[in-house]
Every structure is written in structure tokens, then in C-alpha cells.
């Protein structure tokens, strides 16, 4: 694996050295640290906290015109050619992975032409967590706060300078674009401080022999249990990386309209609301279940993988304190 | 590469009141505008809609052996749905698929068919019936049972005493309640189906309806000594993009408009949430 070191006051400059690229990166907004495209370089907020809004929506957009029409009923595609030379800078390990997540679900049977777009053309520049937030656990479901997996270069904080792994072909392009900021390094400096941040992560669960014991609970009052402390409010999913339900609606002025893809989520009745009346999901205790069946299970069954990266964001954003964590061992013991 | 969620241009050159009663049922049939075939399968949807409104999953009511259009049976629920009723013949529609897995009638050759449809739920069935007559020789015995809330309610009701009458099928239709001048069965549908007794010998049975209904038809088919693998059914959830994405169709690891609609009833009964 080839290894440079960047000064960290270069950042800008490396940045700038990447123009061709639309540049998307944690930027200061008020008082907030949000994941947006990057329109001054001196926005751009290295001090990670655990970005509430996340970096999923470079490549798979909150709100996405899939098609524009008039009133005679012309319709015009957008135009996925237009999709730019991507890089999301500062994506953490854990959000870099959920991609490798949601890629068999838009490419699957049938290839989704909006994500395949943009995923092809964004080259993904993490920072490896060496301070890991209270509810991480991605060392639990397969990740780590130094993980490669989904990036094209990986950047670790050594103090004064960043160490750069290259990870793929366009890990190599992207540093061959800022040479001459960059200096060859030696690897093993970080591997002490990819061990330390590892030790740091508090929280743990065995998942082992989950999928199997959910087969056997889907019918078990425990969900109900569960679900009675859920508000509905949707946070757990809007803010997870591997969620990835959407709606469709259309749009209209008088004269003209466009097709709209945007977010939605499971915890909503409406989500499966059916026109007759009748919701398969009627009720929290069983949108609850669902979603964690989805993660934790169905998932598993489609993708041989589960659908949570450990960001634990869910458990840190829940305004009633339910806690991931602790309702899987809850479900591990229950008989 | 293919978008699809881009819908095609559809025509509408027909609409008949199928069923006027409380929830009225229209049938529309359509043809597209640039004159392709859809080379849908029996049992295969498509997602009708109207731009500026938005879009519905809907059954294909006719077999792709009947190559003169395409027909759409839709009850008047929701927002696209009422919207769809209020169009005329000359009127366009946007239309994308064919989706879903269909039924697997080349499997079913040779072997007798017996269709359990309740309300609107005929409309998915009808394929099966319209293949099975356009290919007679193909098949055994064709049986269909067919039950609606009131005489008003019934779909397809001429075609279906059409066919009681010549014989290449037999009909059983049924109403819930008492009706003046209604002399066939009243009662719910699982009920006829005890009444008319069909042999499992050989025999594919394919049931449709209300949730309610379906569960009730397929005990009572067990009952009668159907083996699961005898026993499919149809089934719908809200949609949106019919290819497997966006989430809210699925029952248990199965998504209804990419693994179903049809489902054999030894995978549904493993599945949560049947």
C-alpha cells in the first residue's frame, strides 16, 4: 500500500489542487458541522462530531427530480451526464462502508440509473476516527474506526500531519493531482493509533446467532414492549447511512411538473398505508419490528449482510433513549 | 442505460363501468402510444398513473394471448385511482412495467385449474382464465369461483355467464347477502368453495381477494386435501417504484413487485407477517 504524509495546514491547498472535482466535506454551518458540498475551503470542520446529517445524501439525495414534464406531457430526463467528478472529503470509515451496503440494493435486478451515476463518478476520502463517539460500535458488525472498506484513500490524524493510505486506482489518481504537498511515509506509525482508537470504543454486542433467533421471535410480545417507548419521529432512519426507503412524488406548478425521489421512511404509517384503508403495518409494534427485522434479518437473507455499519447515530439521536444496543441483547436473551 | 422508472405514453381507447357499485370499479383498456407490445405475463402488473397526479401498481386484467390492448380493472380508492376514473377514451396515461414474477401457467399445462377470486380480485385472475381459453387443449378442467359484496359489486359479470352458458368452463359466482332475483350461492367465497368440493386430483388453485378472504380459501382448500404447492395467491402492498427499492412492499425478505405477486403458498405460509 503506497503512504504519503500531508501537513495538516496544506489541506487547503490539497483541496484546491482537486478543482476538477466537486468537493463535498463536514462544513461549519452556525452552530452545526453538516456533511454538504464544499463552496469555500475554509469551511471545511475537521473536528468531527458524529455529523448528523450524513454523507449519504452526495450520492443517494434527500430530494431527486428523476424526470421533468409539461403540460402537453413531454417528459425530459434529467440529465445523468451532467452528474459531476465527485469526491466526499472527511467521510467517516463506518459511512464510507454503508455504501458497499446499499450498492446491491440500487444496482440488484434492476440497475438504479441515479445512484449507479453518481457512485460511479464519487471517489470517497475518509478520516480514520481516532476518537470513536459514545455509541459507536462498528467493531461489532464487522467495521473498525480505521476500516478501508467502500474508500479510495484513507486520511489518519497523526498530530501535525495526515497519514494518506491509497486504497484504489482513484485513491492513486486523487494524490498523483497534489503531488507536491504529499511525502512518502512509512505505515506502521498509525497502526498504535488505529489500535488505541479500537480500545476506545465502549460499546459492544456479540451478534452471532441473531438472524436465527429474530426467525424465531417475529410473533413474541417482546415488540410490543419495545415499540411502547417509540414516538414515530423517523430520526433513527433519516439519519442512518444504510437506510435507503424512498417515495416518489410529483411536483407541479401550472405549467409543469417533475417526479421527485425523496426519503421516506418505515416508522411512518403512511409508508404502507394502503388506499382501501388497510396498513399491513398498522401499528409501532409491528413498523418497529420491521425495521429492526430488516436490518438484522431480511437483509441478511437478500444480501448475506446486515443493513447497520454500527454508527450508532440512531441510539445518540433517539429524543426517547431507545437504544439499539441494548434491545438486541435484550432480543439475544429472550426465549 | 434503461431508466426505469421513466414511464411510457399509454392511450386510453376504452372505458366500461365494470362495477357500480359503493367503490365503483372501471376497466380501462389502453394501448401504448408507440404502438409496442408490453410482453406481460399472466398475473404481471404495471404501474398506471397520471402525470402531475402520480402512480398505482395495478394487475394486468388481460392475457397477453388477447394482443388488441391492455386492460387495467380499477376500483376508485385513492387519489390516482380517482383520478384514472375520470378519464375518458383519447385520454393518456403514463405506464411502466411489466413487473412482478406472473403465474406459472406453462407449468400448470395439462393439469385442471380452479380460480378463487373475490371482489376486485378477479381482475388478476382473469388472465389465467383468458389463456386457459385461448389455449383449451393446453388444460384439464377450468373451474372458476367468483363471489362479490352485492350483484353491483361482481366484475367481468357478462363474460363470466357468458362462459357458464357456452361451457368451455364452469362458473360459480356468489354475492355475501340475500338479493332480489339472485339465485346462484349467497354467502362469503370460501364458503362456495367448500360447496363446490374440487378435486385436488391434478388440480392448480389460485386465489385472489381481501386478505381475509384468502386466508379463509386456503384452509379451506387444505381442508379439502390441496396440497401447499397446490395453492398460489396474488398479493399487493402499497408500491412506489415496483423494482425491489424503495422498501414498503415487502412481506418478511420478500419484496410483493419483484419476488411476487404470485406466491405458491408453501413460501407464503413460512413468511412473517401472512
Redesign the interface.
Known sequence: MTTYTLPKDKLPEFLSALSDYEIWAPVKKGPATLFDRLDDLKDVDLDLENQPVISKKAIFPQNEPLFSYDRKGTVTETDLNAVKNTIVFGIRPCDARSFTLLDPVFEGDVPDPYYRARRSKTALLGIACNDPFVNCFCTSIGGSPFGREGLDLLFIDCGDLFTLEVITETGKEITGKASSLLSPATAESSEQIAQAATDKIKRHIDLTGLPEKLASLFEHPVWKEFASKCIGCGICTYSCPTCYCFDMQDETTLKQGRRVRIWDSCMFPEYTLHASGHNPRATRTERFRNRIYHKFKFNMDNFHSYSCVGCGRCISLCPVNIDLIDYLSRVKETE | ???????Q?AKIIDVKDEAPGERPIKTFKVVLENGNSLNHRPGQCAIIGI??????MISIASSPTRKDCLEFSVMR??TV?SALHECEPGD?ISLRGPYGNGFPLDDWKGKNIVTIGGGIGQAPLRPIVQSILDNRSDFGDLTVIYGARSSHDLCFKDELLALEKDGPASVHLSIDAEEPGWNKFVGFVPNNLLEIKPSPENCIAITCGP?VMIKYVIKNLLELGFTDAQIFTTM???M??G??????C????LYIC?DGPVFSYDTLKDL??F
Open positions: 442505460m434503461n431508466n426505469p422508472y421513466l414511464p405514453v402525470l402531475g397526479i402520480g402512480e398505482s380508492l385513492g385511482t393518456t386478505v399487493e402492498n402499497r412506489k417504484c423494482i425491489g427499492k424503495c422498501g414498503r415487502n412481506v418478511g425478505h419483484k412473517p407477517e
